[in-house]
């Protein structure tokens, strides 16, 4: 059995140096797309009007809807981990019109010309759209704080605050990736993320408890995985928050789910550039 320089076997050595450059790969994609918010950072102000009118207006409009019965926490608390998974996704979700502006431009081609796999290409800017995510989870977590929010400080809640919303948006964000390597024209991608964003918002636990839908849309709720980011949230934000599935299922369903649109992903993106 051959043995490399570090003392591992060859076989070994050569799988950890292939695994370090995929990651490397995945890592400098992301990079690439972060550095756009330096050249706009004007999006993450428009972006930070969104949760504000919706935790304002709406929250404290439907606080006072005595039908809405939120258990023991008041509806202001329920709701606000449904508005941080919701601006989430909306970042997420229209995350694929920017490849489409890149097919266009013809810096898709210079991706798909890389030696680095279709999977590292997708899942970097998958997770450039979670580092953008965390920037609307900070506006939310500062105005519940305001509005007098219980919101868990504890460093293990935050850890796995900052999984869940990476993880979430990167699912979110290769979905719309998906759909943008199937349009293929901004003008159609337009109308199928306004079609496909509202029912996953309102089809999920994020702004009502699931104990008070119709069993049909409990049925279409527990399929959806915005509910498993929003279950996830609400027992990691809040002091005394709780989770209906386990925060262990909530984050299984995501990775389950995110890895299938990976692998889907990863072979309609070569095909983008046709």
């Given at each position: ?16 140096s ?5 990651f ?5 994609v ?29 929250g ?17 608390n ?27 431009l ?20 998958a ?5 953008r995510g965390?920037?609307?989870?900070l ?15 504890q ?15 990167a699912?979110?964000?290769?979905f ?12 159609r ?25 119709p ?12 509910t ?39 072979r ?5 550039g046709?």
């Open positions: 059995m051959s043995v490399s320089p570090a003392g591992l076997p060859a076989r070994t050595a050569d799988q950890s292939r695994a370090f450059r995929y490397e790969q995945v890592f400098g992301c990079a690439a797309e972060v550095q756009k918010l330096y050249h706009d950072p004007f999006e993450l102000f428009t972006r930070a009007i969104q949760p504000v009118i919706w935790l304002l207006l709406f404290e409009a439907m606080a006072r809807v005595r039908g809405l019965v939120t258990g023991s926490m008041s509806y202001i329920f709701i606000s981990a449904g508005i941080l998974t919701q601006s989430v996704l909306f970042v997420a979700i229209f995350y694929g019109i920017a490849a489409i502006w890149e097919r266009d013809g810096v898709l081609h210079r991706y798909l010309v890389s030696p680095a796999p279709r999977s590292a290409l997708v899942i970097g800017k997770l450039s759209a979670g580092i965390l920037s609307q989870a506006v939310v977590y500062i105005l519940a704080g305001l509005l007098a929010v219980p919101i868990s400080l460093p293990v809640h935050l850890a796995l605050m900052v999984l869940f919303i990476i993880v979430g948006a699912l979110f964000a290769t719309s990736l998906i759909v943008a390597c199937l349009v293929k024209t901004r003008e991608f337009m109308g199928i993320g306004q079609i496909v964003t509202m029912p996953l918002f309102f089809a999920s636990n994020a702004i009502y408890p699931l104990a008070i839908m069993a049909w849309l409990r049925v279409v709720a527990r399929l959806n995985p915005l498993y980011e929003v279950d996830a949230v609400r027992a990691l934000m809040l002091r005394g928050g709780t989770s209906d599935f386990g925060v262990g299922s909530d984050f299984t369903v995501l990775a389950v789910v995110f890895a299938v649109l990976v692998g889907v992903a990863a309609l993106y070569g095909r983008m046709n």
